[in-house]
């Protein structure tokens, strides 16, 4: 049998675009990011923070001497930057090209909980609207190769009778008046908040390539935990994140592109993860998304949520993977929360998650909220589309499903596969869903289906 040439050329291009198609979307498309994402080198140079004046007493101010050594690394192209046993007490470290941050096991990097050691004020993104503020701990700006590793600790002393007394009263009036000049467009540099009352963050890299966070414990920041932001090329693995104040975030990667968090455990006052991309009118001006991430192998415990999304997602997320994550405790929230309102707008798509063993959640499995919070209202439509769970576990929950999207702008494809979440006591919440797709999912002992659930 003679097959026509044309025929034979028609159907290899058909078989190779399908290939292609494959490879570029769902889970195919995971393991295309994480074949970009490289782990920074170093120099096999040492520069121990003893050598220029740090004492490992817990009392003496170790700032200068820990930022003469980065400088030192940075000067000679690049190295460790190594933090001996003991309990160094500093201010703001700033994190240089081609260094890497060791803390050594059995060393701790107490940071101070006076203020004006995070002072002068540096640029930065407070709750997605960008300033210039208190700088975070440990910063970074335009800078390339950086890293903290090690198996010691960054203790941020966060308290109520410091940074997290400043949520309640002391906050509240530069917070709405930085989200006020958001709003406005006043120009970043006349946002001063250094000497304010907006928290710094713990770790923030910002503009920057290629990071690596890995094998530290991080306690107590005075606001979110790890703050990547504007970044690229990140990867954040084994760290342990313990911290239950106010807005205790454990990762909050903000419009950064290519990150891979895995084999990290959060116990946390706020989201375990949580993914963003800008507050309004701030954000629509930035206009960069978080795209590109990829969460496996973590371990969350409390915390609003195992992972979100939002809310501060102007910016849009798009092409976000989980995957083999643990999440158990009585205090934990929510499993997979995606959280917006028609003030944000913005976009979330293209959402995988599977092989997710839930223990016990307060609220949700699956929560995609279009009213966060219920007092903010605008004309910006949020768009979520193409959300997909598969091999999902849950052993208790008060729903298994809260989907609220607008009626004029529905939430679009929602899928879930081969999912069993037992012990769920109230039925679902399901509001202007469009394409609620249920396969093989057991409720409470029964198999259930879009119609089951009252889908719109």
């Not at 529905?410 to 037992?422: A, E, F, G, H, S």
Request: hydrophobic share 35%; charged share 20%; aromatic share 8%.
């Amino acid at each position: 049998m003679r097959i026509n040439k044309f025929v034979l050329a028609t159907l290899c291009v058909i078989l190779l675009n399908g290939c292609i198609s494959q490879t570029n979307s769902g889970w195919g498309q995971a393991d295309n990011i994480l074949s970009r994402i490289k782990a920074p080198q170093f120099p096999a140079k040492d520069f121990n923070i003893t050598d220029y004046g740090a004492v490992g007493d817990g009392e003496t101010n170790c700032t200068q001497a820990i930022n003469k050594a980065i400088s030192a690394a940075n000067k000679a192209g690049g190295g460790r930057v190594v933090v001996p046993p003991g309990t160094f007490l500093t201010g703001a470290i700033y994190l240089k090209s081609n260094v890497n941050l060791y803390i050594s096991q059995d060393a701790v990097v107490k940071f101070s909980t006076d203020p004006n050691q995070y002072l002068p004020a540096v640029f930065t993104r407070w709750e997605g609207v960008e300033c210039m503020n208190y700088s975070p701990l440990i910063y970074a700006y335009k800078e390339k190769n950086i890293a903290v590793t090690g198996k010691g600790t960054l203790d941020g002393q966060g308290s109520n009778d410091n940074w997290w007394g400043w949520r309640k009263g002391l906050q509240s009036k530069d917070r709405q008046e930085l989200f006020t000049q958001g709003q406005a467009g006043v120009p970043v540099k006349q946002r001063l908040y250094g000497g304010k009352y907006l928290r710094p963050t713990m770790i923030e890299p910002c503009k920057c390539e290629n990071v690596l966070i890995e094998g530290i414990t991080i306690l107590n920041s005075p606001f979110w935990h790890i703050h990547p932001v504007l970044s690229q090329n990140i990867i954040v693995r084994n760290v342990r994140v313990d911290g239950m104040g106010p807005n205790n975030d454990g990762c909050d990667p903000e419009s950064c592109k290519d990150m891979l968090i895995e084999g990290c455990s959060f116990n946390t006052g706020d989201d375990c993860i949580a993914i963003k991309s800008g507050r309004n009118n701030d954000a629509r001006r930035v206009n960069v998304p978080s795209e590109n991430i990829v969460i496996r192998d973590c371990q969350m415990k409390a915390g609003h949520a195992g992972v979100a999304v939002g809310s501060e997602i102007t910016g849009g997320a798009r092409n976000i993977f989980v995957e083999k994550c643990t999440m158990d405790d009585p205090n934990l929230d929510r499993a997979i929360r995606l959280k917006t309102n028609s003030v944000r707008g913005g976009f979330i798509e293209n959402v995988y998650v599977k092989d997710i063993t839930i223990g016990q959640v307060k609220e949700a499995v699956l929560l995609i909220d279009f009213f966060y919070p219920d007092v903010e209202k605008g004309d910006f439509k949020p768009v979520v589309r193409n959300i997909n769970m598969e091999n999902v576990t849950s052993r208790k929950s008060k729903y298994a499903l809260f989907l609220r999207g607008f009626e004029d702008a529905p939430i679009i494809d929602v899928r879930l596969k081969n999912c069993t979440l037992d012990n769920v006591a109230n039925p679902d919440v399901i509001s202007n869903v469009k394409n609620l797709v249920l396969e093989n999912v057991k409720i409470n002992g029964k198999l259930a289906s879009a119609s089951s659930v009252d889908a719109d």
